[in-house]
């Protein structure tokens, strides 16, 4: 039985080695073959576009059949949500395929790391080139914050989409039953989510917030920052040493922990937008885009009640953070030019204005000068959405977390502090102490 | 043994079982080997996303695992859930997968029931947990406060995430184990039972010398295979907690991934996922040979 | 009187544990057939008028359709391809005790799922340039038979290893073959371990999304990829989520109540046996 036994594994071995050695040369024969033929096969062009789950490809798939007539080009939109977005890209990329032709991307968190990779095409060439690029693009047009947003280290690596940023949605109901004025500062934002606390008798918390470790700095920065810090100072030190980074924890975690919603340490923007729309809290603070979650009668009993405001200045002033998604060209790309017809058109003036119509926030200025889209902000909160975001972009600091290659690390070190100071298991003292040891770590690595 | 017949089988048994069990052989190293070579060789290196470039570093990559607090935090994490939620669904396995081999009527709507939640994909499991789970919205706490007891945070508090983890896992894999079981239960012969009714063996002892031992070889079958997805820990905790609150919930599959693909870290997260699989390999052996020496 | 105290205490434990089991599930069923302003609210809404909008929806602004087909293709094939590699493997690995084998076809599933994307992702990319549907369905059906078969292998070798030996070496002497021995005398006998081995490995493949993240495209990605684009930024569409985990959850109930049949016949044989 043994010597069986012996046998038989001695023979499948040697076997399964012939027959592996054999089909790893086999592969390489398939790549050379197909390496040729692929150049050769270009009759009608298709391109991929990666797209996140997000208002703006919401809003564009529509009008993707208009562009398929018009250029003959065919569209393979491909839409997955935000995380796995970000890993079938840099899966695609860091492979080098060609599979993917343009994605949706995230400068502010990405971009670093993907520029230095090489990931992203230059556009600043497609741009300049008049034959490929007529005048009525406009691209002076653009916004100089999202479109500078776009360029890292000098080169251009996408076009800008959308803008959002972090603002006050708020119950003007309550704030007028309970006598609230809008607050003027952080301090009155802390104030105001008392009053609610206990004129409603805890029936009703203050305000709902960011806590999930990775997605807080989005959310917190502008705290940050209107304690009139930058995340470096002139020297490209950390500035989580400053006493205005203690004070701005502090109140970012004494709103969350004791005038926000029980657990807001595991929050995200969905459990804050379910929240605010079922009305259990009087204020929500998250992306300019939850508007759309907030105002859907299928999702919100607090429709018609809803005031937008910016999150108020600070000691150092008011600088709210800005963020813009952008489309970039793969630098992998087998059609590039069609690739750049599709970016042209997408972020055209024409389109951007179409998009804008359908509550997308415009990165060009003349989208925000149009009469048509103007006459479209109706109703009131929309209206205080439209002014909101129009001071989010001519203040902004785009700067969502302190830039380093290792983005999300540097994030999540800055969120899991906060969130112990939410638990109360670290002082603010001690958590900006800590981030400013952890980030520190992270950049070095 | 010594049939002449039988001796003459033996040598096409050779053949036979060679034949049989090759395909598998091919297949698992054509699909493994690849990937687990490439992860050894990027543990080795300092990856930059988009290089090609390669800059050996040695072992430094597994060093900085020794020195990283959170490593162990999700080593910890890992160990915690693999062993509570091991012993529960196997209990809970063994007791559900013998009273689903009793014909009774009901049995197989019964069945096909609590098997409903080893079905459903974990991106409904993860969401709808976190739906019922909600501190303020949530259905879970509704019901305390029916029963007049204090509301939960359940995922949000570190004290309490892994034992809402532990419950969810519970719910969800116990009826995959005593799928299992029973199927073993299934295949029992009846003249062990027959013979300790006949000997006046109460239900307490059939269970304790007869059921059990006959059904061992099933229940380590099921038990390795839980064990192997157990000790990586993944879709729950990625789609709920991402590790949070605080670390307190970070398994080293989910850690592995983060320094991989959110951190871009290639190296550290391929030198953290051969750690798990050395952990898993490990777990295995000792499970099969505890299966050995008992069989 | 004591056949019915003991039926009494058996329904009591099964109506306990209905509900524990399938609690959360009707949950969720009946969130599938509410607008989401009921399913966030609180108090839990019991009583509300149903809708089927989310239902329609699904297949109205995606091609869920196509949807549910790739999840049927992927899983059918990768269940049934892990069934002809692992089940003649099981049984030489139990007659021949070939332990050592058995934990190598282990270690395709000890290994983290996320340490085969990127490898797999450049094979596939350096194989199908073009990339062709008929090749990204082959790459994701052997990916995902490495799930299914070393579940497959030692689901089956338990099963086999309770068959007693001398059942077949009677059978030897009547001249059986080895191979006449796993057809006609070992696989019969081991029919409850095949459902149950198929019921299985079709869940865990039907579930398993992170494979197809990496190596479908829009044209070939399956349910479970899809289930997670209900909620983004803007967007949380809780109704459709659930309604979408409920349609993913139908095929593998319907396959497991079918496999009720092989199990019970699995009990015959076993009679035959005994």
């Known amino acids: 039985m043994n010597n069986t036994k012996r046998t038989i594994s001695l023979v499948s071995t040697i076997t399964i080695m012939v027959l592996l050695m054999a089909l790893v040369s086999g592969c390489g024969q398939v790549t050379q073959a197909s390496l040729n033929g692929g150049k050769t096969n270009k009759q009608s062009e298709t391109i991929t576009v990666l797209a996140e789950k997000h208002p703006w490809t919401t809003a564009i798939q529509p009008y993707i059949p208009e562009f398929e007539k ?22 695609t990329l860091q492979a080098k395929s060609p599979d993917i032709d343009v994605f949706m991307s995230l400068k502010s968190l990405e971009g670093l790391a993907y520029e230095k990779a090489g990931f992203y095409e230059d556009l600043d060439k497609y741009i300049r080139d008049a034959k490929l690029t007529p005048a009525d693009y406009k691209v002076n047009d653009f916004m100089k914050g999202p479109f500078d947003g776009e360029r890292i280290e000098g080169k251009l690596v996408g076009i800008p989409i959308i803008v959002e940023g972090p603002v006050v949605f708020y119950r003007k109901d309550l704030f007028a039953q309970y006598n609230i004025p809008i607050p003027k500062t952080l301090n009155d934002l802390v104030r105001a989510a008392q009053t609610v606390e206990q004129k409603s008798k805890g029936r009703i918390y203050g305000v709902a917030l960011r806590g999930l470790a990775p997605a807080v700095s989005y959310t917190f920065g502008t705290f940050f920052h209107n304690m009139g810090l930058e995340w470096f100072d002139s020297n490209g030190n950390l500035n989580f040493n400053k006493p205005g980074a203690v004070k701005a924890i502090d109140t970012y975690c004494t709103l969350a922990a004791k005038y926000g919603p029980p657990g807001a340490v595991n929050n995200n923007f969905y459990q804050s937008s379910s929240l605010f729309a079922q009305g259990k809290v009087a204020m929500e603070i998250d992306a300019s885009n939850e508007l759309a979650s907030i105002t859907d009668p299928n999702n919100s009993k607090v429709i018609g009640k809803i005031g937008v405001f910016p999150i108020p200045a600070g000691p150092g002033g008011n600088h709210p953070t800005v963020l813009q998604w952008g489309i970039s060209m793969s630098a992998y790309s087998q059609h590039k030019d069609a690739a750049w017809e599709f970016i042209r058109w997408a972020t055209s003036p024409d389109m951007q204005l179409k998009l804008a119509l359908k509550g997308i926030a415009s990165p060009r200025s003349s989208t925000w000068e149009n009469t048509q889209f103007k006459a479209s902000l109706r109703d009131a909160t929309k209206k205080e959405w439209a002014k909101t975001l129009e001071f989010i972009m001519k203040n902004g600091n785009p700067e969502v977390g302190p830039p380093a290659i290792k983005e999300a690390a540097v994030r999540q070190v800055i969120g899991n502090n906060i969130d112990k100071v939410m638990l109360g298991s670290e002082t603010p003292q001690q958590a900006a102490d800590a981030i400013q040891q952890g980030v520190t770590e992270v950049i070095k690595q | 043994m010594h049939h002449p017949r039988l001796r003459k089988a033996k040598s096409n048994d050779l053949i036979a079982a060679f034949l049989m069990v090759s395909p598998a052989i091919v297949f698992t190293l054509a699909m493994i080997i690849f990937p687990i070579g ?112 204090k509301p939960l945070a359940w995922l949000a508090n570190p004290g309490t995430v892994l034992q809402s983890l532990i419950i969810i896992d519970v719910w969800q894999w116990s009826p995959f184990m005593a799928l299992i079981i029973t199927g073993g239960m299934r295949t029992l012969p009846s003249e062990p039972f027959e013979a300790a009714l006949i000997d006046g063996a109460n239900k307490w002892q059939i ?54 693909f959110n951190y871009m870290d290639m190296s550290y997260g391929s030198a953290i996922m051969l750690f798990l699989l050395l952990l898993v390999i490990l777990i295995s052996l000792v499970i099969t040979k505890l299966r050995r020496r008992m069989s | 009187m004591q056949n019915k105290r003991y039926y009494v205490g058996a329904y009591v434990q099964y109506i306990i544990l209905a509900l524990a089991f399938l609690g959360p599930v009707l949950w969720m069923v009946s969130s599938s057939f509410k607008n989401n302003v009921d399913i966030t609210a609180y108090p839990p809404v019991i009583l509300f008028k149903p809708t089927l909008n989310n239902y329609l929806n699904l297949f109205r602004v995606y091609p869920f359709g ?58 596939s990319t350096s194989l199908h340039i073009s990339s062709n549907d008929f090749a990204d369905y082959l790459s994701l059906i052997l990916a995902h038979c490495v799930i299914t078969m070393p579940l497959v292998v030692w689901l089956m070798i338990s099963y086999f290893e309770s068959i007693p030996i001398d059942t077949e070496e009677s059978a030897v002497i009547d001249g059986c073959s080895r191979w006449g021995l796993f057809f006609r005398i070992a696989l019969p006998l081991s029919l409850p371990g095949l459902a149950v081995s198929t019921v299985l490995s079709f869940i865990f493949s039907w579930n398993y999304f992170l494979f197809a993240l990496a190596l479908a495209n829009n044209a070939t990605m399956p349910l479970t990829v899809i289930a997670f684009n209900f909620i983004g930024e803007g967007s949380a569409d809780w109704g459709g989520l659930m309604a979408a985990s409920t349609i993913i959850s139908l095929p593998a109930l319907i396959l497991t109540i079918f496999a009720q049949k092989l199990l019970i016949k699995g009990l015959t044989a076993g009679a035959i046996k005994g």
């Not at chain 2, 020195?67 to 859930?81: K, N």
Request: charged share 10%; proline share 4%.
């Open chain 2, 38 to 149: 490439y992860a050894l060789f990027l543990s080795l290196t300092k990856w930059v996303p988009g290089s090609s470039v390669t800059q050996f570093v040695g072992l430094s990559n597994f060093r900085r695992m020794l020195g990283d607090h959170v490593f162990w935090l999700s080593f910890r994490v890992t160990m915690i859930l693999f062993i509570a939620c091991l012993l529960l669904e196997t209990i809970i396995g063994i007791y559900l997968g013998i009273l689903l081999s009793k014909d009774l009527p009901g049995q197989k709507v019964l069945q096909a029931v609590i098997l409903i939640p080893s079905i459903i994909a974990s991106v409904a499991i993860g969401m709808m947990w976190i739906q019922i789970l909600d501190p303020t919205l949530g259905f879970a706490n509704y019901l305390l406060s029916i029963g007049g007891l």
């Open chain 1, 70 to 91: 018009q250029t003959g080009i065919k569209v393979n939109l491909m839409i997955l949500s935000e995380q796995q977005q970000r890993d079938k890209s840099l899966m």
């Open chain 2, 207 to 260: 269970f304790r010398f007869v059921t059990l031992p006959l059904l061992r070889p099933v229940i380590m079958v099921a038990i390795l295979l839980r064990s192997v997805d157990l000790v990586r820990f993944f879709d729950t905790v990625y789609i709920m907690t991402q590790g949070g609150p605080n670390n307190a919930s970070m398994t080293l599959n989910v850690y592995s991934y983060l320094q991989g």
């Open chain 3, 66 to 123: 196509q949807y549910i087909l790739n999840s049927f293709i992927i899983t059918g094939f990768s269940t049934l391809l892990g069934l002809i590699l692992g089940v003649p493997a099981a049984y030489a690995i139990a007659r021949f005790r070939l332990n050592s084998i058995a934990l190598l076809s282990l270690l395709a599933r000890m290994a983290p799922g996320v340490l085969f994307l990127i490898p797999w992702y450049i094979i």
